[in-house]
């Protein structure tokens, strides 16, 4: 057959599509790169958008007909993954992503998953007597060195004029925490939930401090916030350059899911969901619901979260030099979506 010819006849089956081939047209101009979408996943609810996006079939929808889940041991491991392009997609508190950033890996961060300033706490047991800052020098507290935890014990101990070295630091993951605390062998956990509900829960504890605010005796209930910890959506920066559409596309989705899961009248709905898919007791989840708060936005407080963790990894010797937030924050997806969401214009391009 000559070109000609095929041309003819590809010309004649457009006309006979009538109006409906333009829009066939459009719908595969618009098709994700990739069908397969692969998540750096967790057991937290800054994964209930995610999951949201599967068990309601938006990414299906979307065009990605396969949708896989990956858990990792540690953050590094998670980045790792990314830049070999085993995931796509990492939801990440923001110290690795930053670390990773200024230590010069090729990562983008699209947007916020959810602002997680009250969701470490500071619980000790009674018989402790921690009712002042200085009281914690008598004590032994379980923290897992390196995470965003360790942010949140320099800030603390900055904002009360603590002596850092004179903290008595047990490295620990979360919920050898909680055992350390019942046996006594530590008398302070400070962690992300679900580890300090379930240590107030089993009572003889009492909360010390969260990321935004003060229980000790003398300041009780004040504002004080020492957490700069949030959930951000991040990816390769070859991901984005050679996927525009498919970023386009789980942006979309992850955007309906987090706006989902802000929405407080489906909070009942969202935790059933979420707690299902992650087989986990309902009711917990339920009870701490409220320490996420799930908002997408680029705004003056995400660079002021970004730059106050990049500021602790230098003071902590854990970076040599600061890269700005904005110099690898990819805003345009999210600026298509919903422009009021975009209110500090990243500086990274593709």
Known sequence: MTIRRREFIAAAAVAAGGVAAPGILRAQ??????????????????????????????FREAGFTTVNQRTFTAGALAGEALLAGEIQIWTPGNLPPISMAANGNPIVVLATNCVNWNLEKLVVRNDANVNAPEDLYRVKI?????????????????????????????????????????????????CWEPWPHRALAAG??????????????????????????????????????????????????????????ADASKTAENVRIFSEFQRQEAAINQA???????????????????????AFLEAAGRIRRRV???????????????????????????
């Open 288 to 310: 701490i619901w409220g320490n996420y708060v799930f908002k997408p936005d680029f705004d003056d407080a995400y660079v002021q979260d970004m730059e106050r963790t990049a």
């Open 204 to 261: 003889q504890t009492k909360l010390v401090h969260t990321g935004i605010t003060s229980h000790f005796a003398a300041n009780n209930g004040a504002n004080v916030k020492v957490s700069d910890n949030r959930s951000i959506l991040v990816a390769s920066q070859d991901f984005v350059r050679r996927n525009p559409r498919a970023v386009a596309a789980v942006m979309r989705v992850l955007v309906r899911g987090i706006r989902q899961c």
């Open 29 to 58: 101009a618009d098709r994700p790169e990739t069908a397969t979408l692969n998540f750096g996943f967790g057991i937290d609810p800054p994964f209930a958008p995610h999951i949201l996006g599967i068990t309601q079939g938006w």
């Open 324 to 350: 700005h937030a904005l110099d690898y924050s990819y805003t345009e997806p999210l600026k298509q979506i919903d422009a009021s969401l975009v209110r500090v214009e990243g500086r990274w391009r593709p």
């Open 142 to 190: 379980g923290l897992l060195q390196g995470s965003t935890s360790s942010a949140f014990m320099h800030y603390l101990a900055q904002h009360y004029r603590l002596d850092a070295q004179r903290l008595q630091l047990v490295n620990l993951p979360p919920p050898e925490q909680l055992a350390a605390l019942t046996s006594n062998n530590v008398q302070g956990l400070l």
